[in-house]
């Protein structure tokens, strides 16, 4: 028969090499289970003296503690050693890269849009609206344009009843200023949506989108209009860009001019995009015609005004060398996506 010392240290061994809690269970029965070592030592005591029987129950009792002790110390190691290779195991690498997420954009008519109202915003402009269904009052006649008149024909409408259409184009928004603004200075430029009953093609659409500006003040003269516009077609075209007038006519306007702007593809000289020309036309403007300021109400002895307006397709084509304005409506993704 084994001798406590002995078990001890045979115990001892065999506590720290365990490697799980199973295994060690199974030791701890080996040592103090039923069948281990220690119960055949425990079975010999009814033959000891009563002092050999004490003595014994005492050296029992230490082994126990020692041994439980051991067992406690191991499994807490055990336990330990399994939280951290869990840890390890399931460790994440905050570092690596994440999943792309796709995020759209705003259509490049509105980014030119946007980026034409803040060079107006920058200049003291404010940026005003007005409505789609128009009056023809308002889209015609008060911008000079009486019934019958021919140069309603230019701009081929959609009536919806004889006093109603859907706009030709933004000039009427300038009627609806001066109205509200009685004989007061202006300075407000306003995009929008337009109407015309065109065939579609490459450079037509039957809707399309406009920038019109008006100034009203004692002192405007057509110089004010050009250093406007030349500060304009810089900011969007490049800051060697030149601009020119070209006579006109507009019958809200006069005199009336065309704006072409310096090629900014060749600089000038003459290529395919300005036909040779060196010059672009990029908008329609004017003195505002004496009579648009006296239907409003404004003295036009004394008040003095210019008008501009400007198409924001033709614009956003020539920026980028578009070929087909019918692309900006279609949503076609990989045309979107160039720009
Ligand atoms: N309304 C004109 C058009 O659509 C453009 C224009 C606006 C011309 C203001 C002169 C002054 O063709």
């Known amino acids: 028969m084994k001798d406590l010392n002995h078990l001890q240290k045979e115990a001892q061994n065999a506590i720290q090499f365990t490697k799980t809690q199973h295994e060690l269970n199974e030791v701890k029965a080996l040592y103090l289970g039923k069948k281990s070592a220690l119960n055949q030592i425990m079975a010999t005591m009814k033959d000891l003296s009563i002092e050999d029987r004490k003595a014994l129950g005492q050296e029992i009792n230490q082994f126990k503690v020692q041994i439980e002790e051991w067992v406690a110390g191991q ?32 259509h490049i008519l509105t980014r ?34 009486p019934v019958g008149h021919p140069a309603r024909e230019m701009q081929d409408s959609f009536y ?27 300075k407000i430029i306003c995009p929008g949506k337009v109407y ?30 050009k250093g406007t516009l030349s500060t304009l077609s810089k900011k969007l075209f490049g800051p060697n860009r030149e601009i020119r007038f070209r006579p006109s006519f507009f019958p ?8 072409d702007v310096s090629c900014f593809k060749c600089g000038g000289k003459g290529c395919n995009l300005c036909k040779q020309t060196g010059w672009i036309e990029i908008l329609g403007a004017g003195m505002v015609h ?15 005004g210019f008008a501009f307006g400007m198409g924001i397709e033709r614009i956003t084509l020539l920026k980028y060398g578009i ?6 409506y279609q949503n076609d993704i990989r045309f979107l996506k160039q720009l």
Do not use: C, W
Request: hydrophobic content about 35%; overall charge negative.
């Open 252 to 259: 809200f306007t006069e005199p009336s001019v065309e704006v």
């Open 196 to 225: 015309r009953r065109d065939d579609d093609d490459a450079t037509h659409s039957h809707q399309f989108s406009q920038i019109e500006g008006l100034v009203v003040g004692p002192h405007i003269t057509m110089s004010d209009l």
């Open 290 to 304: 004496p009579n648009v300021l006296r239907m409003a109400g404004y003295d036009s002895d004394h008040l003095r």
């Open 160 to 186: 919806i009843n004889p006093e109603t259409l859907l706009r030709t184009h933004t000039s009427p928004v300038q009627v609806r200023t001066l109205l509200e603004n009685k004989n007061e200075p202006i």
């Open 323 to 328: 070929d087909d304005i019918r692309h900006f």
């Open 112 to 145: 030119t849009q946007q980026e034409i109202e803040d060079i107006f915003v920058g200049m003291g402009y404010r940026v005003v609206e007005g409505p789609e269904v128009e009056l023809d009052l308002y889209n015609f006649e008060m911008l000079n344009l």
């Open 75 to 106: 499994r807490d190691k055990l336990v330990e050693r399994a939280i951290q290779s869990q840890l390890q195991a399931e460790a994440i690498d905050v570092t690596l890269p994440g999943k792309a997420i796709t995020q759209g954009k705003l």
